[in-house]
Structures are given as C-alpha cells and as structure tokens.
T-cell receptor
C-alpha cells in the first residue's frame, strides 16, 4: 500500500544542470499534480495531468516539463536548474469527477547552488 | 476566480486549549471543502472534508462545518495536544475540478 512515492528525497544541483523528479502512484488515480512549497508562498501548482497522455500547466510552469505516458507515473523535469528553483516539491494524486481529496507524496527537497 | 482565505499564523496554544482556525472561501457553484494537515518534514495529509452545505467533517477530534451562508469552513478541536503541532491548509475543489489551497496556518502547541 505505497500510495504516492517520490524520489529522490533530497537533491543538490548546480546551476544549469538538469534532472528528473520521479513520482509514482499505485492507486489508479487519474489526476496527478506537481506542487512546489516555499516559505511564505504556500503551495503553487506547477503542472497537472487528468490522465495518461494529457498534461497542462499550472500557475508556475516555467523551467519545468512533464509527461504522462502511464497512469502510474508523472515525472517532473527541470531543464536547466536555477537557484530560484530551490524548493520542496510535492507530487499528489486523486480520483476525478467527485469530492476526492489528494494523496500527497513525502516530497523532494531540492537545493540549486 | 475561486479562492481560499485562512487566518494568519502562527497560532500558539497551550496543551488542552480549544482550537479554531478560520477559513473562508469564494467560489462559483457548490465546491467541496477540505482540511489538510502537514507535519514537519512530511507531505500534506487529508484531515477531513465536507461536500455540501451543513455537512460536518470530522477526524482525530477535529471538526469543520460547511457553512454556505457565511462561505466558511472553520476547523475546530476541543482540546489540542502537542502532537497536533503542524501546518493546516484549507482547500476547495471547484466546479471545474480544480483544487485551490489556502496559504496554510501554522499551529504550535506547548506543554
């Protein structure tokens, strides 16, 4: 009963490097989202997906790419890391079409130096 | 657009005190309302929800009632414990199936 699994838990990148944050869920949820959490800024939506093959931008998409080739996986790619992308990243999933709450992963703490 | 407003934190209470965290919302249609809790170093967890007017959600001693007339969903607990120290987020699911989070309210409970 894993829920939402995020890897890695911690990562340090140099400016300009790229990397992929992994997210997998085993609950057959259609809806998946990526958020970033910064002090004093609450949760901000980066990208989301309503099903395999369908993705869309949230409020802060610049510098990030996503894809959704399967229902289970929703990786987040940082194309060229910048210090402004230092944050805690959360992946979340839920069912659609009703009053369903999110299940969140435990987060990835990313530092860009 | 849809939005969620929460009381400013941080909130500091003594153990066994009564807790209220205010939440009000703006939304078209009939949103579903949620409270999430985030313990230090962890992701958010769904605490409780309500899906229609006058519904009361409850879990772990926490309660919140969906008040459509005042567009509110205030979180309450009769007697807080040190283990309730966390950040609490109010949220709604809009008629477009989008989730809107409030900014979060930090709660510290001291022995």
């Amino acid at each position: 009963n894993a829920g939402v699994t995020q890897t890695p838990k911690f990562q340090v990148l140099k400016t300009g490097q790229s990397m992929t944050l992994q997210c997998a869920q085993d609950m057959n949820h259609e809806y998946m989202s990526w958020y970033r959490q910064d002090p004093g800024m609450g949760l901000r939506l980066i990208h989301y997906s309503v099903g395999a093959g369908i993705t869309d931008q949230g409020e802060v998409p610049n510098g990030y790419n996503v894809s959704r080739s399967t229902t289970e996986d929703f990786p987040l790619r940082l194309l060229s890391a910048a210090p402004s992308q230092t944050s805690v990243y959360f992946c979340a999933s839920r069912m659609t079409g009703g009053p369903y709450g999110y299940t969140f992963g435990s987060g990835t703490r990313l530092t860009v130096v | 657009g849809d939005s969620v407003t929460q009381m400013e934190g941080p909130v500091t209470l003594s153990e066994e005190a009564f807790l209220t965290i205010n939440c009000t919302y703006t939304a078209t249609g009939y949103p579903s309302l949620f409270w999430y809790v985030q313990y230090p170093g962890e992701g958010l967890q769904l605490l409780l929800k309500a899906t229609k007017a006058d519904d009361k959600g409850s879990n772990k001693g926490f309660e919140a009632t969906y008040r459509k007339e005042t567009t509110s969903f205030h979180l309450e607990k009769g007697s807080v414990q040190v283990s309730d120290s966390a950040v609490y987020f109010c949220a709604l699911t809009s008629s477009y199936d989008k989730v809107i989070f409030g900014p979060g309210t930090s709660l510290s409970v001291i022995p």
